[in-house]
């Protein structure tokens, strides 16, 4: 280790060359081995109260290999000053990649989600729990590769207990329902993923909130709009990602492998897909044969005399089923309309009339309905909703008016 008016240059002959950022646990550089022509990214812990932690980091990071996953190459004491010396990722972190794009496309979306989960079933699969999954804990190279940095509080089995009873460890607004409660397990992650998959498609979070309570409040109900009134063009398979990954019960929740092969290409869901429908081929005798025809026949009469004077050609559903259908979608329908991040929002027609929300809507199966919705201290906003079966209510949240 060498000094330079008081500051660390060199450790274990890396040159440090930039600073790249601080974390909760230390300040993080760029390095260079000119021996082994190596550029490196190290932290450096300056809290000794987190030894422990900051310990426990680094032998979880060194215990995997996976592609998106930074490499560890060292962990050292000098002095007084612990570091851990890792792989040096070019490339944006998610969230700054995110801040500068607004918001990204479908296609992009689900490559970085699929990437992710990815290595999130390579952890789980090693019953390692990351537990703070969010974008900056993340970098976008620039070939596309998502690469995962950090492990600051990540867990595994022989993880020592390194937090106090009753505090919680994670980013709020990434953190799942049972993490309020200190009960985290690998789903934990799977909301966490589901969070950041909102976020990257919409450009919002999908529980965003003035205050902690609230927000809290908010996840523990699973009280979220959904992407696709925020972003009517969302894919099919995100929107399935994220309804599946935002289930309040864990037990509800898809895994990490279940993600990533929702997201896979069309070369994997066709081959699912086949190996799915494909039948399965049994070798019989002939006299086995006879006898299943034998009671084939058998069956068909019986359905025959069972159906009476009800008889209807083949494909048609049961007496009066289609009847029923239409008479159903021709109901009005009722729709709720809310915004819950404004205690005073309204809804305006286009007739100028108002209505205090949440309001309810009535009409018929494929109507649209034009209205805006405003709020003392908040943007108006514009929406045209239709009436559909089975969608019982809409929650959107209006943007504060910048002073």
Same mark, same amino acid.
């Given at each position: 280790m060498r000094y330079d008016s008081g500051h660390i240059t060199e450790i274990a002959g890396y040159r440090l060359?930039?600073?790249?950022?601080?974390?909760?646990m230390g300040d993080v550089y760029k390095a260079y081995n000119a021996t082994l022509?190596?550029?490196?990214?190290?932290?450096?812990?300056?809290?000794?109260?987190?030894?422990?932690?900051?310990?426990? @980091?680094? $032998?979880?990071?060194?215990?995997v290999s996976h592609p998106n996953i930074a490499r560890l190459y060292e962990y050292l004491v000098t002095g007084e000053t612990a570091c851990i010396i890792m792989e040096f990722v070019e490339g944006d972190p998610l969230d700054v990649y995110l801040h500068?794009?607004?918001?990204?496309?479908?296609?992009?979306?689900?490559? +970085?989600?699929?990437?992710? *989960?990815?290595?999130l079933a390579y952890l789980h699969s090693k019953d390692i729990l990351h537990r703070d999954i969010?974008?900056?804990?993340? !970098?976008?190279?620039?070939?596309?590769?998502i690469t995962m940095l950090d492990f600051g509080i990540a867990k595994n089995k022989y993880t020592?207990?390194? %937090?106090?009873?009753?505090?919680?460890?994670? &980013?709020?607004?990434?953190?799942?329902?049972?993490?309020?409660?200190?009960?985290?397990?690998?789903? =934990?992650?799977?909301?966490?993923?589901?969070?950041?998959?909102?976020?990257?498609?919409?450009?919002?979070?999908?529980?965003? *909130?003035?205050?902690?309570?609230?927000?809290?409040f908010k996840i523990e109900k699973g009280d $979220? %709009? !959904?992407?696709? +009134?925020?972003?009517? %063009?969302?894919?099919?398979?995100?929107?399935?990602?994220? @309804? !599946?990954?935002?289930?309040?019960?864990?037990?509800?929740?898809?895994?990490?492998?279940?993600? @990533?092969?929702?997201?896979?290409?069309?070369?994997?869901?066709? *081959?699912?897909?086949?190996?799915?429908? &494909?039948?399965?081929?049994? !070798?019989?005798?002939?006299?086995?044969?006879? +006898?299943?025809?034998?009671?084939?026949?058998?069956i068909a009469v019986a359905i025959t005399i069972l159906n009476g004077s009800d008889e209807k050609p083949l494909g048609e559903g049961l007496p009066g089923e289609k009847d029923n259908t239409v008479q159903k979608s021709s109901e009005n329908q009722k729709l709720t309309i809310d915004v819950p991040n404004a205690t005073n929002a309204y809804?305006?027609?286009?007739?100028? =009339? %108002?209505?205090?929300?949440?309001?309810?809507?009535?009409?018929?199966?494929? @109507?649209?309905?034009?209205?805006?919705?405003?709020a003392d201290g908040y943007e108006s906003k514009k929406i045209e909703v239709p009436i559909t079966v089975g969608r019982k209510s809409y929650e959107y949240n209006l943007e504060k008016i910048k002073e």
């Open positions: 060359t930039i600073r790249l950022g601080s974390g909760g022509n190596r550029t490196a990214a190290i932290k450096m812990l300056h809290q000794k109260e987190m030894g422990d932690r900051f310990r426990n @980091e680094a $032998y979880i990071q060194s215990s500068r794009r607004g918001k990204l496309s479908n296609e992009e979306t689900e490559n +970085i989600v699929k990437q992710i *989960a990815a290595a969010k974008p900056q804990n993340f !970098k976008v190279q620039p070939n596309g590769i020592p207990k390194l %937090t106090q009873q009753g505090y919680m460890v994670g &980013t709020t607004e990434y953190m799942a329902p049972e993490q309020f409660r200190q009960q985290v397990e690998k789903k =934990s992650d799977i909301w966490s993923l589901g969070v950041l998959a909102y976020e990257l498609i919409t450009g919002h979070m999908p529980f965003g *909130a003035d205050n902690a309570v609230t927000m809290r $979220y %709009t !959904k992407p696709r +009134i925020l972003i009517p %063009t969302v894919s099919a398979k995100l929107n399935t990602v994220i @309804e !599946k990954c935002l289930q309040v019960n864990p037990l509800s929740r898809i895994s990490a492998a279940g993600v @990533e092969m929702l997201l896979g290409d069309k070369k994997t869901q066709s *081959a699912l897909k086949s190996k799915t429908t &494909t039948p399965i081929q049994l !070798k019989v005798s002939r006299k086995t044969g006879m +006898i299943a025809v034998a009671v084939v026949l058998i809804i305006v027609f286009p007739d100028g =009339s %108002t209505e205090k929300l949440p309001y309810d809507i009535s009409g018929k199966e494929g @109507e649209n309905f034009e209205f805006t919705l405003r």
